[in-house]
């Protein structure tokens, strides 16, 4: 018993310094053909509250106002929860490294696995911030946790939307357990909401 415990914390820690390093590390992207490194989300969304260009977008550049409220919003989550997390000197990125580094115990599991999660959809939601991607909603419960809505605070206000998001390139995901159906599963979700596609009995 002792054994699956230590390897659940290992399996757990893992999840923890992937999330931290995809929300703290530069990122490759294609730029003129040419791969280069471009700062990590964090920095990212810090630098896009001044308006700084993205030169990573697929699309023109568009008139921005000065400051976007919803990424201070969520500039400030970031870096209040990090705090809360590792009250030391330093800064967000530097915090969530020690944060990586820190020793748990195998009862941290559970907590160390949210945590993960939480810094993870930062990560997804400065992208959908950064650079937004076409999205849909299916208007029925999860089938994994049999919630049809969330609230989500936007622009300063707390607003409820449709728990299951679909992005077209990615697939559809529960904003209130995680669950993730990619597209080869369009199918198999369909069948789970009792949604019979046109021309089949």
């Known amino acids: 018993m002792t054994e699956l415990r230590d390897g659940n914390i290992h399996a757990a820690r893992t999840k923890l310094e992937n999330a931290i390093n995809r929300l703290t590390q530069s990122r490759p992207a294609i730029y003129h053909d040419t791969t280069v490194y471009v700062p990590d989300l964090y920095t990212s969304l810090r630098n896009d509250l001044a308006g700084t260009p993205n030169n990573t977008t697929k699309t023109q550049a568009k008139s921005q106002p000065p400051l ?3 990424n201070l919003q969520l500039l400030k989550t970031i870096d209040n929860q990090t705090h809360q997390w590792m009250p030391v000197p330093g800064t967000t990125p530097q915090r969530l490294q020690l944060l990586a580094t820190k020793t748990w115990r195998p009862q941290d599991t559970q907590h160390v696995t949210n945590t993960a999660t939480t810094i993870n959809t930062w990560s997804d939601n400065i992208i959908n911030l950064l650079d937004p991607q076409p999205t849909k909603t299916i208007d029925a419960p999860c089938p994994s946790c049999n919630q049809r809505w969330v609230r989500r605070t936007s622009a300063g206000e707390i607003v ?8 077209l390139s990615k697939g559809c995901t529960c904003l209130a357990c995680d669950e993730t159906w990619t597209p080869d599963l369009y199918r198999h979700l369909a069948t789970q909401l009792g949604i019979t596609p046109e021309g089949e009995q």
Do not use: G, N, S, T
Not at 160 to 167: E, G, N, S, T, Y
């Open 68 to 70: 976007w409220i919803d």
């Open 160 to 167: 409820r939307k449709p728990a299951l998001q679909i992005v």
